[in-house]
């Protein structure tokens, strides 16, 4: 029973990553839209105009997303070596 719910917390935690990762790219290319304009706020030419808009509306997303994405993996792995 313990496996079971190991297995489906692993794929939760995967799905929330994608999800998140999902949101998080979507609200910078949003923004990016923002910067860009003619009364925009202007971005870093470094980063470019989604490079920008990403470093400044999804790192801690991005971050949180990876995060869940290697617990998630770690324990469908652990889960397969127990099978």
């Known amino acids: 029973m313990i496996e ?3 297995t489906n917390i692993g794929l939760i935690l995967l799905s929330s990553s994608a ?4 949101s ?9 839209l923002s910067l ?5 706020q202007g971005w870093s030419t470094e980063y ?7 470093r400044e509306v999804g790192t801690l997303p991005i971050i949180i ?3 869940l994405a290697i617990v998630g993996i770690v ?4 889960q ?4």
């Open 80 to 83: 397969e070596r127990k099978a």
């Open 65 to 67: 997303a990876v995060l």
């Open 75 to 78: 324990l469908l792995v652990i």
């Open 24 to 32: 998080a790219l979507i609200s910078a290319s949003i923004y990016s």
């Open 48 to 54: 470019g105009i989604f490079g920008t808009a990403l």
């Open 19 to 22: 999800i998140i990762y999902g």
């Open 4 to 6: 079971i719910k190991n």
């Open 36 to 40: 860009g304009g003619v009364d925009g």
